[in-house]
């Protein structure tokens, strides 16, 4: 089994800019995409960021120039740094874990997942 645990959420103002971290724990030998999902109240869970182990990164479409995702594979952390934040992304956002590099848009088939941070901007 694999343990993610985030820190670095919070209250913002637009403009403002956050880093989320994310630390994998337990059974993380294989592990090879990690990376960030968000979900709005009323609203589907939704990729932001996908990063493999060997540093491929893959982004939301129009979270690319905001967003930058990197990993650290020696110490099983991830980051998302997010600037020029807007309201709209304000959300809940889940660290995620799997043994396979593939960009899920389904959540449903995300084996590993962190228990959440909030993330609030405000305008």
């Known amino acids: 089994q694999v343990q993610l645990v985030e820190s670095g959420g919070g209250s913002v103002q637009a403009g403002g800019s956050l880093q989320l971290s994310c630390a994998a724990s337990?059974?993380?030998?294989?592990?090879?995409?990690m990376g960030w999902y968000r979900q709005a109240p009323g609203k589907q869970r939704e990729l932001v960021a996908t990063?493999?182990?060997?540093?491929?990164?893959n982004y939301a479409d129009s979270l690319e120039d905001r967003f930058t995702i990197s990993r650290n594979n020696a110490k099983n952390t991830v980051w998302l740094q997010m600037n020029s934040l807007k309201p709209e992304d304000t959300a809940v956002y889940y660290c995620?874990?799997?043994?396979?590099?593939?960009?899920?848009?389904?959540?449903?088939?995300?084996?590993?997942w962190g228990q959440g941070t909030q993330v609030t901007v405000s305008s």
């Open positions: 995620f874990a799997d043994r396979i590099y593939k960009v899920r848009t389904n959540p449903s088939q995300v084996p590993y």
């Open positions: 337990g059974s993380t030998f294989g592990i090879n995409a």
């Open positions: 990063i493999s182990s060997g540093g491929l990164a």
